[in-house]
C-alpha cells in the first residue's frame, strides 16, 4: 500500500502552538494546523489557485493521517512584555505594554514530524502535488517556529523505519482532552477547511476601510476533533461529565458527605430514560445489568455504568461541595456513553426518600468546564479525593491492608504504580476515610449499606516510569457510586 508522507523539520527544538489562546499546549501539532501551514506557504508563493492549490484541496477530504513525532514535555511558562499596537493613542510606549505568555514544547529528539496518509493509486497525482506544496512551508505553529517540510510517497515498510513515537486517530472516542483539529470537506454541502482559510485570510485584508471603524476580522472555524492515541497518552474511559443547575440557571450545590444521594437521583434517571430509549443492538437485560449495574448470576465479566459525584476542588477556596456529576463507562464503550449522554442532557433530576429535595437540579453537559479536568486529565500522581472502600476488612493489619489496596486496584485495572495510605486525603477539605471519630460519632462520607463493615483508606498513587495516566479513577468497593474517584495533583 502507497503512503503519502509529509515530514517537518523545525529549525529549533522547541515548538509554540496551543490548542487554545490561553493553552494548554498542542502536541504533537495537528494536522489542521499542517493544512494551515501548507495553505499559507501555498498563498504566499502566489499558487494557491493553481494546481498546487487543487492539491490541498484534494488533500482535505483524505482520513486524518497517523502522526509519527519525537518525544517532547512541557517547557518553561515565559511571560513577554509587548506594546500593544491597538493601544497607540498613548504615544508612552511603557503605558501601553501587554504581556504575551509562551508555553513551550520542547522536543527530546530531533526535531522532525512525520505525517503519513494511505492512498490509492489513482491517487498519486494527486499526492505528488502535494509534495511539491510541501516545499513552500516555512513554519509550523507560531511565527517563531521556523521550519521547512518536504513530502514523498513510500511503502507500508518503510514506515517502521521512522523514528519517533506514534500517534493513531481515534473516531467516535467521545473524550475532553486529546482531541487535536483535523481538516474536513463535506461533499453534500460543500463545507470545507481551504474555503474557511480563504475567508478567514480575506476578512484580515478587509479589516481597514478608509474612514471607517474596523471591521472584524474572522477566525478559521470550519474543523473537526478527534482523539490521537499513543503510548504517551493513553486512551481513558470515555464518560461525560454534568454541571447541576438550579431552575435560574445557577449551580446546586449538596454536601459531600452525602455525595450518593446524587449517585442514586442520576443512576434512577439513567434507568428510566434508558427503558424508554436503549441503544441499538443490546440485550434484553442491558438496563439491568450496564444502567443498573446489578451482575449476572454466575457472570465472569460484568460492565457497567460508573456515576461519580464530583466535589468542587482545584482551587484554594474551593468548598468540595458537589455541583457536578459524571457518568463513566468501561473502556471502548463510547457509543453507550454518548447515547446516555444525550437522553439525560437538561433533564431535572427526581428526589428520592433521602434527599427530600423540594427543587431538584437539572443536568447539563458540561462544556469548557473547570473542574472536569482535574479528574481527567493525564497525570502522574493522583489521590483519592473521596475513600476508597476496600474490597474486605483488614483487621487492623497492615499487611493486610496492602494487599486489599492491591487487590481493590487489579479489580479496578491500575497496575505499575505505587501507593501510600492512611485516613485523610492530600485535598485538604476532604472528609476523613474513618466512619466515626473518638468520641464514636458518626464522621465521613455516608455509605450505601453494604459498604459499612468495610474498611477504608485515602490513597495516593503514582505511576513508574513517570508515566502519565489519564482519568477518571475509581478504586475500591465503591469506585460505581463516587468513592473511591481520585483526581490529578500537579507540582504544587
Not at 126 to 135: D, M, Q, Y
Request: aromatic fraction near 8%.
Amino acid at each position: 500500500m502507497t503512503h503519502l508522507l509529509i515530514t517537518v523539520h523545525w529549525v529549533d527544538d522547541r515548538y509554540h502552538g496551543l490548542l487554545d489562546r490561553e493553552g494548554p499546549p498542542e502536541w504533537p501539532p495537528s494536522p489542521y494546523r499542517l493544512f494551515q501551514a501548507l495553505v499559507a506557504g501555498m498563498a504566499r508563493s502566489g499558487e494557491l489557485e493553481g494546481k498546487k492549490g487543487d492539491a490541498l484541496d484534494w488533500l482535505q477530504t483524505l482520513n486524518p493521517p497517523m502522526i509519527i513525532a519525537p518525544r517532547a514535555c512541557p517547557g518553561q511558562i515565559v511571560t513577554r512584555f509587548v506594546p500593544n499596537n491597538d493601544g497607540d493613542k498613548k504615544p508612552d510606549r511603557q503605558s501601553r505594554l501587554k504581556g504575551k505568555t509562551s508555553r513551550p514544547t520542547l522536543m527530546l529528539d530531533p526535531p522532525d514530524i512525520h505525517y503519513l496518509w494511505e492512498i490509492s493509486q489513482d491517487q498519486v497525482q494527486k499526492a505528488e502535488g502535494v509534495c511539491r506544496a510541501a516545499r513552500h512551508l516555512t513554519c509550523l505553529g507560531w511565527g517563531i517556529d521556523m521550519a521547512y517540510a518536504h513530502g514523498q510517497l513510500i511503502g507500508g515498510d518503510e514506515i517502521a523505519k521512522l523514528p519517533g513515537v506514534r500517534w493513531y486517530p481515534r473516531k467516535d472516542i467521545m473524550r475532553d482532552d486529546g482531541l487535536l483539529r483535523v481538516p474536513i470537506f463535506n461533499g453534500e454541502t460543500g463545507v470545507n477547511s481551504l474555503s474557511d482559510l480563504k475567508r478567514a485570510h480575506q476578512s484580515a485584508l478587509d479589516r481597514i476601510e478608509h474612514g471607517k471603524p474596523l471591521n472584524t476580522v474572522e477566525k478559521p472555524k470550519i474543523f473537526d476533533r478527534l482523539f490521537y492515541e499513543s503510548n504517551e497518552r493513553l486512551l481513558a474511559r470515555p464518560h461525560v461529565v454534568f454541571q447541576l443547575r438550579r431552575n435560574d440557571g445557577t449551580f446546586f450545590a449538596y454536601p459531600q458527605n452525602m455525595l450518593i444521594h446524587i449517585t442514586g437521583m442520576v443512576r434512577h434517571l439513567a434507568i428510566e430514560m434508558m427503558k424508554k430509549s436503549p441503544p441499538d443492538g443490546v440485550d434484553d437485560d442491558w438496563v439491568e445489568t450496564y444502567v443498573a449495574g446489578h451482575m449476572r448470576p454466575s457472570a465472569v465479566e460484568h460492565r457497567q455504568f460508573s456515576y461519580l459525584p464530583l466535589p468542587s476542588i482545584g482551587d484554594q477556596h474551593a468548598d468540595q461541595k458537589v455541583r457536578r456529576v459524571m457518568i463513566a463507562g468501561p473502556l471502548d464503550d463510547d457509543k453507550f456513553v454518548r447515547h446516555v449522554a444525550m437522553r439525560l442532557d437538561g433533564q431535572q433530576l427526581k428526589p428520592t426518600l433521602e434527599t427530600k429535595l423540594r427543587d431538584p437540579p437539572t443536568i447539563m453537559h458540561a462544556r469548557g468546564d473547570k473542574v472536569g479536568p482535574v479528574y481527567t486529565h493525564s497525570a502522574n500522581a493522583w489521590a483519592s479525593v473521596t475513600p476508597v472502600i476496600l474490597p474486605g476488612h483488614d483487621d487492623h493489619k497492615p499487611d493486610k491492608t496492602r494487599k486489599l489496596i492491591e487487590k481493590a486496584l487489579a479489580q479496578a485495572g491500575i497496575q505499575g504504580c505505587e501507593f501510600e495510605w492512611g485516613p485523610t486525603s492530600q485535598f485538604p477539605r476532604s472528609l476523613s476515610a474513618h466512619k466515626y471519630d473518638s468520641n464514636k460519632r458518626p464522621i465521613g462520607y455516608i455509605r450505601p449499606d453494604h459498604l459499612l463493615t468495610q474498611t477504608a483508606v485515602h490513597l495516593k498513587l503514582r505511576f513508574n516510569d513517570g508515566v502519565e495516566v489519564p482519568g477518571p479513577l475509581a478504586i475500591g468497593a465503591g469506585r460505581h457510586c463516587g468513592l473511591g474517584i481520585f483526581a490529578r495533583m500537579d507540582d504544587t
